[in-house]
């Protein structure tokens, strides 16, 4: 009968083959960019100790109907029994409709036995994004007219954070003839810039990648320093009336001309008959009578030159001169010759403060500014004399215009006597700016929380762009949150103790303007950071605060737990724990037996079953013994006929209602146990003795 037990369980130990195992448990993340055709994603390897052949294959992928479920496969590696899964794009990769796939990967022995727990790999899809251009819309080009032809202009600066390919398009909105874009995104010359006679240049640009949309147009305007200037002519673009008594010589109007290359004048008259009685200057800056002028012959009576100046590259833009040629006759008078206005800013109007005497019956008076202090903001109706603003004339900031303007006024009768009257209007500023503050939020740091009331730890200041008149910018300041209180010279003083915190406070600046009013800034927010006192300062009594309720507290503790089962925090009675290892878990004692190597605890039942049947159990009682070891549980049923485990759930409560399947078997010396504290013992100081079939530790 022993013998034939015996055979049993060998049987039974040939029937119970190594399951083969993958060597890095668990959940493996990989990521792949939305772009990419294809990826290594992972090695994965799977042994067994009967050294039998492995098979890893893909179980399923979650989800199963993805855009790019089918993009995945297993092929074998170089290295021993080792698979590599890898990426191999077949169809669009679409992060906004299956952002990541789950991969199950099984191993299967030459013997059909199939590793426990599955290998899992989680496959995230990284979003392609579109490429990005940084909002810079002025750029600067120095030395401009010593830039050669292929010379770097401006580079663009698209970047993309997948690091995708970017093709440019670029438009030249002003002299396109003058800039190029390569492929890499450099604006570059076209030719030579020292013939461009402009400071600036305007272009637009988009930005792509493979995938996105091409993002833009971005528009883009480059300061041009150092170009060549084209010659700037002043003082024309006026009429002037000459009597007909006038001198050969007599300079009709007198003109500038600016550029750091000698220039070159020219002009043009129409009629061209007027040509015999104007010309140029001997220093090209004029316009001087060439021959005697004749009142009498009409169509020369008017008369307009346009003056061209040139620096070989650039040439300026055309000015003019009208001329009248006017009958000599009576003079005219202008009284008084010096009148005083005051005014607002703003749009000015003023009706003519001189009377004409004129002895000439019948006559015309035609009106001009012929002297402006102003240059040019003030304009005169020629038959009226009203003077009026060409725009509103504002003296506070930025422009700062004068306050003080002093115009001489002439009056023309047809004849081409004149005379003229001096003007000085005051101008007087008016409130019509608000205060402002520099930002629409203002910070005052490292605030102690020990601060005394009333000490000032910071100021703010406004600016207002009027000017002094009458107050317009004198500036009081206000504003309070309880702990501080800005007060009229801008100080922040503290009303109230402080804790550590930051306290937002309400700015406001308001001027002393009259007319119309006074003006307020918009509310700005000021922010103090309050940090805690210094090591060894008192802080001053913090204002009260309301505690926050607590909720209950739990009470009571949780199931005793030994080895590396799960932690249960107190008051709980359930825990979870991961997957079974395929190796005994640390913290239990592991018993060894150094004389039989390979022997396992299922081979020492044998002493058991001998010590049975010496001690004179029974035939049955034996029979049950050999079926219990060879088939400890439904689960190695299932296995032996080729089928999955069941599920059971009671193995995820905790590790001493684990299956002994699901750990490796450890050994024994038949000469005695060999004990090996672990370092984890239990709550009652004993040490516990792992019994891999019962799937729990044993107290000793």
């Known amino acids: 009968m022993l013998l034939v037990v015996i055979l049993t369980l060998f049987a039974c130990d040939q029937i119970r083959a190594a399951v083969p195992t993958f060597t890095n448990n668990g959940l493996k993340v990989v990521t792949i960019n939305e772009y990419q055709s294809s990826k290594k994603l992972a090695d994965v390897q799977c042994t067994d100790s009967d050294n039998d052949d492995t098979t890893i294959s893909i179980e399923s992928v979650v989800p199963p109907n993805g855009p790019c479920s089918n993009c995945f496969s297993v092929i074998p590696s170089s290295l021993h029994k080792t698979y590599t899964l890898e990426f191999s794009l077949q169809s669009n990769l679409d992060y906004k409709t299956t952002p990541k796939y789950e991969i199950m990967l099984d191993c299967t022995d030459s013997s059909g036995e199939k590793a426990a727990p599955q290998f899992k790999v989680e496959v995230r899809v990284i979003p392609n994004t579109p490429p990005y251009l940084p909002t810079t819309p002025v750029g600067f080009l120095n030395d401009t007219k010593a830039k050669k032809r292929g010379d770097a202009v401006f580079d663009v600066k698209c970047t993309d954070a997948n690091s995708d390919p970017l093709t440019y398009t670029f438009r030249a909105l002003s002299h396109a003839e003058y800039f190029s874009m390569d492929a890499s995104g450099v604006v570059r010359a076209a030719q030579d810039l020292n013939t461009l006679c402009q400071e600036d240049f305007d272009f637009e640009v988009t930005c792509k990648d493979p995938t996105n949309p091409a993002v833009g147009p971005f528009n883009k305007h480059i300061q041009l320093n150092g170009a060549n200037q084209q010659p700037s002519?002043?003082?024309?673009?006026?009429?002037?009336?000459?009597?007909?008594?006038?001198?050969?010589?007599?300079?009709?109007?007198?003109?500038?001309?600016?550029?750091?290359?000698?220039?070159?004048?020219?002009?043009?008259?129409?009629?061209?008959?007027?040509?015999?009685?104007?010309?140029?200057?001997?220093?090209?800056?004029?316009?001087?009578?060439?021959?005697?002028?004749?009142?009498?012959?009409?169509?020369?009576?008017?008369?307009?030159?346009?003056?061209?100046?040139?620096?070989?590259?650039?040439?300026?833009?055309?000015?003019?001169?009208?001329?009248?040629?006017?009958?000599?006759?009576?003079?005219?008078?202008?009284?008084?010759?010096?009148?005083?206005?005051?005014?607002?800013?703003?749009?000015?109007?003023?009706?003519?403060?001189?009377?004409?005497?004129?002895?000439?019956?019948?006559?015309?008076?035609?009106?001009?500014?012929?002297?402006?202090?102003?240059?040019?903001?003030?304009?005169?109706?020629?038959?009226?004399?009203?003077?009026?603003?060409?725009?509103?004339?504002?003296?506070?900031?930025?422009?700062?215009?004068?306050?003080?303007?002093?115009?001489?006024?002439?009056?023309?009768?047809?004849?081409?006597?004149?005379?003229?009257?001096?003007?000085?209007?005051?101008?007087?500023?008016?409130?019509?700016?608000?205060?402002?503050?520099?930002?629409?939020?203002?910070?005052?740091?490292?605030?102690?929380?020990?601060?005394?009331?009333?000490?000032?730890?910071?100021?703010?200041?406004?600016?207002?762009?009027?000017?002094?008149?009458?107050?317009?910018?004198?500036?009081?300041?206000?504003?309070?949150?309880?702990?501080?209180?800005?007060?009229?010279?801008?100080?922040?003083?503290?009303?109230?103790?402080?804790?550590?915190?930051?306290?937002?406070?309400?700015?406001?600046?308001?001027?002393?303007?009259?007319?119309?009013?006074?003006?307020?800034?918009?509310?700005?927010?000021?922010s103090v950071i309050v940090v805690a006192c210094a090591p060894g300062v008192t802080a001053p009594p913090a204002p009260a605060t309301t505690t926050p309720g607590t909720g209950p507290t739990v009470t009571g503790t949780g199931p005793t737990v030994t080895g590396t089962g799960p932690t249960v925090a107190p008051g709980s009675t359930t825990g979870t724990v991961a997957s079974a290892p395929s190796v005994v878990p640390p913290g239990w004692v592991n018993l060894t037996d150094p004389n039989v190597a390979g022997e396992t605890l299922e081979h020492n039942f044998n002493w058991i079953i001998a010590g049975a049947i010496l001690g004179g159990v029974a035939v049955l009682a034996t029979v049950a013994m050999v079926i219990k070891v060879c088939y400890p549980s439904r689960d190695n049923a299932r296995k032996m006929r080729g089928e999955n485990p069941r599920p059971r759930n009671d193995r995820a409560r905790h590790p001493h209602n684990r299956h002994p399947d699901d750990y490796q078997r450890n050994e024994i010396s038949p000469s005695g146990i060999s004990y090996h504290n672990m370092g984890r013992p239990t709550q009652q100081g004993k040490i516990q003795v792992y019994d891999p079939w019962k799937g729990r530790g044993l107290p000793y």
């Open 233 to 526: 002519i002043s003082g024309l673009n006026v009429m002037k009336t000459v009597p007909e008594d006038k001198p050969i010589g007599y300079a009709v109007v007198n003109f500038t001309v600016a550029d750091d290359d000698p220039p070159n004048c020219q002009i043009g008259v129409v009629p061209s008959v007027s040509l015999q009685y104007f010309e140029l200057g001997a220093d090209e800056t004029s316009i001087i009578v060439k021959h005697t002028l004749d009142y009498e012959r009409s169509d020369t009576r008017t008369t307009t030159i346009s003056v061209v100046c040139t620096d070989t590259f650039c040439t300026s833009l055309s000015a003019t001169v009208t001329i009248s040629i006017s009958d000599t006759n009576d003079p005219i008078e202008l009284s008084p010759s010096r009148v005083y206005v005051t005014e607002e800013e703003g749009s000015i109007a003023i009706a003519p403060q001189w009377t004409v005497t004129d002895q000439d019956q019948g006559d015309s008076v035609t009106y001009s500014i012929v002297n402006d202090t102003s240059v040019g903001y003030f304009v005169i109706d020629a038959s009226t004399g009203r003077i009026t603003t060409t725009q509103v004339y504002d003296v506070d900031a930025p422009a700062y215009r004068n306050t003080t303007v002093i115009l001489e006024i002439q009056g023309r009768d047809r004849g081409g006597s004149s005379s003229t009257t001096t003007m000085t209007i005051n101008i007087n500023d008016i409130n019509d700016n608000a205060p402002t503050f520099a930002g629409s939020q203002l910070t005052i740091k490292d605030v102690s929380a020990c601060t005394a009331i009333g000490t000032t730890v910071g100021n703010i200041t406004a600016t207002d762009a009027d000017t002094a008149f009458q107050g317009n910018n004198a500036l009081r300041y206000s504003g309070s949150n309880g702990q501080f209180t800005i007060v009229s010279d801008g100080n922040i003083i503290v009303t109230s103790a402080l804790t550590p915190n930051v306290y937002k406070i309400v700015a406001t600046a308001t001027d002393a303007g009259q007319v119309p009013s006074s003006r307020s800034s918009s509310p700005t927010d000021v």
